[in-house]
């Protein structure tokens, strides 16, 4: 615990980072005549509390750069620590909420026992795990669905319970590849506003990926923008915005901002 | 359990009733001797007389059908787990398991009664064993691999074991598959039962009075047999079915209100 004590020092300063990745590559099939190089030279550092949103190409390697944040693949090179810890410690050590398009919720458990899954995973006892979920199903506000099945849910309140279960644990780090991708317009821009209100109220780490440059934008400090195939980061924007409401949607700065982006998406593509 | 409210038996009821009424009435009309076809009522009073006779021998066929039928469905469900526990891609499985499967396994019966005597339950129980074995085996392997990918990463991304992923994620969506074989399998097992029978052994069985009746021409009481054989079809097929919904339960119904 000595300050003083260089190699210390600089273990500390990595832990001011969620997650940090350094030269990163991934390639599929390595060494075979199919193989893919999806990711080359990739940089990302994010801080505690960041919003970050990933741009980029279809299939230029987004999915596949949460994946392997999210320690489910390894990188063929580079360097990748999640709060100091390598991705697949990470994952062991439950630092990670995922959320992807498909709500990927199980049939046969009602909303509130699918909340509680990742809770029953981690050896909760039922009384806990069970008022937790409920306190999740309310910041979703979806109180009154706790004994629904998915079946009985439409796409929007499917998707909401899959994020009150990526929370239900607090992870320190929340990973959601196109989360919205499936919605209508008017749910999805209310999934947006409640996704920042939930961000706001617990202080967790957002990775997100996205198609659209307006929620890209609305939801986020930082937009990262990716590179065709084999990605990297080819630029990255912080968004300032002075408040994210409904009426952001409508003003200058917002605008402004969607044109930047949208820009800096074109020129990357044009490379 | 919408099949045991009254409003899903009338239907049937008054089909079922309605078509033994026009077979009555065809035959008197047309067949009066009765040589081709009996009549229900005839078969329903060779039923009476020979009541006892075939109580025994439905009590005989259906000790077979019920062990064969549970030995199977164990022994295929066991493999599947076992397959899809230790390799999860099934691509030479499935092939193997559907070559396996094309052997006509009734065809064997005289086979298995030369190695397994003829008198004993063990050749009539091997061969409903195997007939039950593969439906069970391949619709169950299918039901536990084809999970979504995302489900899975998903439990991985909660550092959940594989163990833990066949348990939550797995063997759940698997039930549905695994309860439709068990009703196809379960008419199965009664065809494949009174078949073998048809081959010699014991005297009390179904199979046997079957055919020995038919010999005679007492067609009324080789039916009779053919109506016990179907109640005990009948009977196993709504147990799976119970079986099914108090498995499954509440969600069942909600996906097929939905
Ligand atoms: N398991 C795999 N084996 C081989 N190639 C893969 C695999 N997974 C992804 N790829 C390839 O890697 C590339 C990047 O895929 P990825 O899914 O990460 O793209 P994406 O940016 O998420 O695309 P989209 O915008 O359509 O969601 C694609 O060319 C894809 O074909
Ligand atoms: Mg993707």
Redesign the pocket.
């Known amino acids: 615990m000595n300050a003083a004590e260089p190699q210390r020092a600089a273990g500390e300063a990595a832990q001011d980072l969620v997650l940090e990745i350094a030269g990163l590559e991934k390639t ?2 390595p060494g075979r005549s199919n193989a ?1 190089p ?1 990711i080359s030279d990739l940089y990302l550092a994010v801080r505690p509390r960041e919003f970050v949103s990933i741009i ?1 190409p ?8 949460l994946r392997l944040v999210g320690g489910l693949i390894k990188p063929t090179g580079g360097e990748l620590s999640v709060n100091g810890r390598t991705a697949g410690e990470a994952r062991l050590n439950r630092d990670y909420g995922m959320v992807f398009q498909a709500a990927g919720l199980l049939d046969w458990r009602t909303a509130l026992r699918n909340v509680e899954l990742p809770l029953e995973l981690m050896g909760w006892s039922k009384l806990r795990r069970r008022k937790r979920a409920k306190e999740m199903l309310e910041l979703v506000d979806l109180g009154g669905f706790a004994s629904h099945y998915p079946a009985e849910l439409s796409g929007g309140m499917q998707q909401r319970v899959s994020i009150a279960r990526a929370l239900s644990f607090e992870p320190s780090l929340l990973l959601m590849d ?1 989360p919205f991708g499936a919605l209508d317009e008017m749910t999805r821009e209310h999934m947006q506003a409640e996704l920042l209100k939930i961000w706001r109220e617990t202080a967790t780490t957002v990775i997100f ?1 996205t ?1 659209s440059i307006p929620e890209a934008v609305f939801l986020s400090t930082r937009v990262a923008v990716m590179s065709p ?1 084999p990605a990297r980061i080819a630029a990255e924007l912080s968004i300032d915005l002075p408040e994210r409401t409904p009426q952001t949607r409508d003003t200058e700065e917002f605008f402004r901002n969607v044109s930047l982006v949208r820009r800096t998406l074109r020129s990357v593509e044009g490379q | 359990m919408k099949f045991l409210r009254g409003g899903a038996w009338l239907p049937p009821t008054v089909f079922g009733a309605g078509a033994l009424g026009l077979w009555e009435l065809v035959l008197w009309a047309t067949d009066p001797e009765g040589f081709v076809l009996p009549r229900p009522s005839e078969i329903a009073i060779a039923l009476g007389e020979n009541i006892s006779e075939v109580w025994v021998a439905s009590r005989v066929t259906g000790f077979i059908i019920g062990s064969g039928l549970a030995g199977g469905v164990v022994l295929g469900a066991v493999a599947a787990l076992i397959v899809i526990r230790f390799r999860t891609a099934n691509e030479t499985l499935t092939p193997l398991a559907v070559a396996i499967n094309a052997i006509p396994i009734i065809a064997l019966a005289p086979l298995f009664n030369n190695w397994l005597g003829i008198t004993s339950p063990r050749s009539n129980q091997a061969v409903v064993v195997l007939l039950v074995f593969f439906p069970v085996f391949i619709n169950t392997a299918r039901g536990l691999s084809e999970v979504d990918d995302e489900q899975i990463e998903l439990m991985q991304s909660y550092a959940a074991s594989d163990w833990r992923i066949m348990r939550t994620v797995r063997i759940p969506n698997a039930l549905p598959f695994f309860f439709t074989a068990l009703r196809l399998v379960a008419s199965l097992a009664v065809i494949a039962a009174i078949v073998v029978e048809y081959f010699g052994g014991r005297q009390d069985t179904l199979g046997n009075i079957i055919t020995q009746n038919a010999q005679f021409t007492r067609y009324d009481v080789a039916w009779a047999a053919v109506v016990a054989g179907s109640l005990v079809g009948i009977a196993l097929y709504f147990a799976a079915l119970i079986l099914e919904r108090l498995v499954t339960g509440r969600y069942a119904r909600a996906t097929t209100a939905a």
Do not use: P
């Open positions: 599929f099939n893919v999806a980029g279809s299939g230029c390697g987004k999915s596949t750069l196109e990926i198609h195939r």
